[in-house]
């Protein structure tokens, strides 16, 4: 059985996709203030795994169980094209991040690890999942306050820039509603400066 590493998914994905954009979720701008966004989301179709461990932890777990799915484990033997962010975000609540991949961290160091998939596909086109871990599942519409900065995305970072995500939802006159989730936009080797991560809430429309 194929183990996969984050760096070996994404560059799998990279080499896949040489000639065309990895695709991304497509959303509506409501307000734009500098790195500070607000987003509406439409209704999605993900994948997504509950794991345990640190964020880096979480993260490698998640993306082995996801990876295989979308590389064929699954009972079509189907590949499935990967797509971008990957996000993270607490297990223990709401769950509402409509990015490809997401991460939250819950009660212990639970995390759910989770992918959107490509726009061509439906929960009934789906192929289903090898794995009972994997879960299949469309979300609602949904609007996010998102706050954009570059770097390695570790835990202090992450830390601070939802304090800063925070006060700018508070500061704009928003009400966050969901916990936070990171997104990660690119592979393992960019360099650090040229890096797009995201830290996202629901907000009430």
């Known amino acids: 059985m194929k183990r996969w590493t984050l760096a070996g ?5 990279t080499m896949g996709t040489a000639a065309m954009a ?3 979720p497509r959303y509506t701008p409501v ?26 932890e ?16 699954n009972k079509k033997r189907q590949s499935i094209a990967m797509t971008a962010p990957v996000a993270q975000q607490a297990a223990s609540e709401k769950i509402a991040m409509t990015a490809p991949v ?7 160091g639970t995390w759910v690890v989770r992918f959107t998939m490509p726009s061509a596909w439906t929960l009934e086109t789906l192929p289903v999942p090898n794995d ?3 879960t299949l599942r469309s979300t609602a519409p949904t609007r996010f306050a998102v706050l954009r900065f ?16 925070l006060a700018q939802v508070t500061s704009h006159g928003l009400h966050a ?29």
Do not use: C
């Open 9 to 13: 998914v994404l560059l799998v994905a």
């Open 22 to 24: 990895v695709e991304t």
């Open 31 to 56: 307000l734009r203030d500098g790195h500070f966004e607000v987003r509406d989301y439409p209704a999605l179709v993900v994948a997504e795994v509950t794991v345990e461990g640190d964020q880096k």
């Open 58 to 73: 979480a993260a490698s777990k998640g993306f082995r169980l996801l990876a295989g799915y979308i590389f064929g484990a």
């Open 102 to 108: 997401a991460q939250t961290q819950g009660a212990a």
């Open 132 to 134: 009972a871990r994997v």
């Open 150 to 165: 570059s770097g390695l995305a570790r835990p202090d970072d992450v830390q601070s820039n939802t304090r800063e995500l």
């Open 177 to 205: 509603i969901g916990p936070v989730s990171l997104a990660q936009y690119n592979p393992p080797w960019t360099l650090w400066f040229m890096r797009r991560n995201e830290v996202m809430v629901e907000v009430e429309r």
